[in-house]
């Protein structure tokens, strides 16, 4: 789902559904058709640039992405009145004891191992008894 972008326009032809809204005729949403999510997702990282990393470098884009993605899959929604009384639904992170244990089943089977230089080596499986460098976790 996108605005109604030409380009993307272009590209949708490649998926098997694509709908799209007129921002242009003040459409925002038609039923499920939005693009709120894909906003909301670089909302959060746009948030994380400035307030934690600072600066989001080539080399290590993966891994801000994949943690961006971390904090996207750890959230559930939550019933907020503003103080005009009105009801809104917004999104909060999970407990940190919840994200922490999730965050450990997926360490299970994985480690690291610093290069002389501080890089970090991924071990391949034990079978193989090689390293290989790692980019990404």
């Known amino acids: 789902m996108t605005d109604e972008n030409l380009a993307y326009g272009k590209i949708g032809k490649q998926f098997a559904s694509h709908s799209w809204v007129k921002h242009s005729m003040k459409e925002f949403a038609r039923g499920d058709v939005h693009n709120n999510t894909a906003e909301s997702f670089n ?38 009145v503003t103080k005009s009384g009105i009801k809104k639904t917004v999104m909060v992170p999970i407990p940190l004891m919840d994200r922490l244990q ?36």
């Not at 994949?66 to 929604?77: C, T």
């Not at 499986?125 to 990404?136: H, K, N």
Request: charged share 25%; glycine share 10%; net charge positive.
């Open 102 to 137: 999730s965050l450990l089943t997926r360490a299970f089977g994985r480690q690291l191992r610093r290069t002389r230089n501080g890089g970090i080596l991924r071990l391949a499986p034990a079978r193989l008894g090689i390293c290989q460098p790692s980019f990404g976790i």
């Open 43 to 80: 909302s959060l990282l746009e948030r994380a640039k400035m307030g934690v990393f600072h600066h989001l470098s080539k080399k290590h884009l993966t891994r801000y992405l994949n943690e961006i993605g971390f904090r996207w899959d750890h959230r559930v929604p939550k019933e907020k």
